[in-house]
């Protein structure tokens, strides 16, 4: 257990619906990330949050696609109108950054999306 | 393009072997190069981190090294054990005010009894 925490672990939606995934970090670290992973594939980089500011988005985030980290604490994906592409393990890490310090990033155990 | 490519693809080793893992990389400018060990079905857990000064790294049983120059590193695994059976990830770091991951399509590594 590396303390980030995601909810749902896993979520079997039809085509079409919306889904939202929550992810709670490491209380003190500032930096949130989301990705997607396929199978046999590293993780993608989908956006990330420095405090509750969403700092850069990857092209994969469509317009389906919103995130948001209220409070610069818990943060939410959320995904409209799924579509079987969509099918995959969406990961969420968090990590401490101050000036140009590299600290490390902890991952949470993902929340596995199967689109029918 | 930034690129991370990761050989091999997969690997196949008997308990108490050593192996070695690389892992080339395009990504301009670089910060830092990560290793991470993901057992399937969970989250990626972190191995090494590396910046350019660095040239080794151990962690456990765990060696990584990286050459600044060249783009490459690569990863030493010692008297492999069956719970090291996992996928093992490169990521590259930017610098320079983006602070995207470029991630490895990983090797996936069995350890054998």
């Known amino acids: 257990d590396t303390g980030v925490s995601q909810d749902p672990r896993h979520k079997i939606t039809k085509r079409g619906q919306n889904v939202t995934f929550r992810c709670d970090p490491i209380?003190?670290?500032?930096?949130l990330y989301w990705y997607r992973q396929t199978l046999g594939q590293g993780p993608e980089f989908l956006t990330y949050f420095q405090n509750e500011a969403q700092l850069e988005k990857s092209r994969l985030l469509s317009d389906r696609f919103s995130a948001e980290r209220p409070k610069g604490s818990f943060s939410t994906l959320e995904i409209q109108r799924t579509e079987q592409g969509d099918s995959a393990m969406y990961l969420c890490?968090?990590?401490?950054?101050?000036?140009?310090?590299?600290?490390?990033?902890?991952f949470g155990p993902g929340t596995r999306l199967t689109v029918t | 393009k930034n690129q991370v490519e990761q050989s091999p693809q997969s690997l196949i080793i008997l308990e108490g072997k050593n192996c070695t893992l690389q892992?080339?990389?395009?990504?301009?400018?670089?910060?830092?190069l990560r290793w991470y060990k993901q057992d399937t079905g969970r989250g990626p857990v972190s191995l090494t981190i590396m910046t350019f000064s660095e040239n080794t790294k151990s962690n456990g049983r765990y060696t990584a090294t990286l050459d600044a120059d060249t783009k490459q590193s690569s990863l030493h695994i010692t008297a492999s054990q069956l719970s090291d059976s996992a996928s093992y990830i490169c990521?590259?770091?930017?610098?320079?005010?983006?602070?995207?991951?470029?991630f490895g399509r990983g090797t996936s590594l069995i350890v054998h009894p």
């Open positions: 892992c080339n990389y395009t990504v301009s400018p670089f910060s830092n």
């Open positions: 209380s003190e670290h500032n930096r």
């Open positions: 890490a968090s990590s401490l950054r101050w000036g140009t310090e590299t600290y490390e990033q902890y």
């Open positions: 990521v590259v770091f930017k610098t320079g005010g983006s602070y995207i991951p470029t």
